[in-house]
């Protein structure tokens, strides 16, 4: 008994899981262009504090660049 219940639950985790290489749900491509996007955004928030001020303009260009940011990721995770 112990042993049919074992396999069935074998057989359903291993039908969840996603191929070799799609762990997380991206492909290659997907997560590189996600790398860069973030790389992108560090940079940024760099730059403005590197100073110790960050203006107004910044604020809002580091707003848009994370919007942007977030909404490469979920189009990527819905698609």
């Known amino acids: 008994m112990l042993a049919a219940l074992?396999?069935?639950a074998l057989a359903i985790?291993?039908?969840q899981a996603a191929p070799l290489g799609h762990r997380d749900g991206f492909t290659h491509a997907e997560r590189?262009?996600?790398a860069r996007?973030?790389?992108n955004l560090n940079a940024l928030k760099w730059r403005a504090r590197a100073d110790g001020h960050v203006t107004?303009?910044?604020r809002a260009?580091?707003?848009t660049v994370q919007a942007r940011h977030d909404?490469?990721?979920a189009g990527y995770r819905h698609n």
Request: aromatic share 4%.
């Open 37 to 39: 996007s973030q790389a």
């Open 61 to 63: 260009r580091i707003n």
């Open 71 to 73: 909404a490469l990721v």
């Open 13 to 15: 985790s291993s039908a």
């Open 32 to 34: 590189a262009a996600i």
């Open 56 to 58: 107004l303009w910044e």
């Open 6 to 8: 074992s396999g069935v």
